[in-house]
């Protein structure tokens, strides 16, 4: 079977990925859209907004149909679901939107950080589990203008931006090497432990609005 983003491109498009890791998914439903019947892993989402969705699987036997569910899903919902054929329809009457992370084939793990810290024991103010299985954590972030986080570790990580014009990282945790970026609701955001910044850091706020940002993590 196709992934969904071939299946039906006009609503599912990958926003960031990190190659032979996995990739993120944002996922756009209109009242009454209906995709193609696709393949996906298992895989980590997260709503935007409220939906209503009617979830049919393959069929049971030749000559009996699973006609599937229908789930009120809530903006905040973050269902991990399991590798699957489907297909999906918006039966609600407003548009549903959500992203998700699918792990590439073949996947490999990122490996163990040496003295690892975690965000959401440094600064549990700010970084919140919202769910998690073996593999991936779904995690997000919150900081008021002018807040800073403790210094803090991540394995490969896949953002995306809920709220914030602007973030100022210290790779490493150096004040010295200032990194100001700019920042864009709804933009996605690969974050390869292997890349300075991503790998070990510190945050500011250093926007004029509060900072809200959900990410997928690698846990191994």
Known sequence: MPDCCTASPDLYKTIAEIPDVARLVEMTFPAGAKDVPHEHPIHSMYFLTDVKLKIKGPPVSADVKDDGGVADLPAGACPIFPAMVHQVENVGDKEGK????????????????????????????????????????TGMMTMAVGEKDEFHHHKDHLIYVVEGDGVTIYPGGDESAAMVVPLKVGAGIPAPMAAPPFASHTLLNSGTVPLKMLFFEAKK
């Open 98 to 137: 959500a992203v998700f992370v699918e792990p590439y084939q073949g996947c490999k793990p990122c490996g163990d950080i040496e003295g690892y810290i975690s965000p959401f024991k440094v600064s549990a103010d700010c970084y919140k589990i919202l769910a998690e299985d073996d593999a991936w954590i």
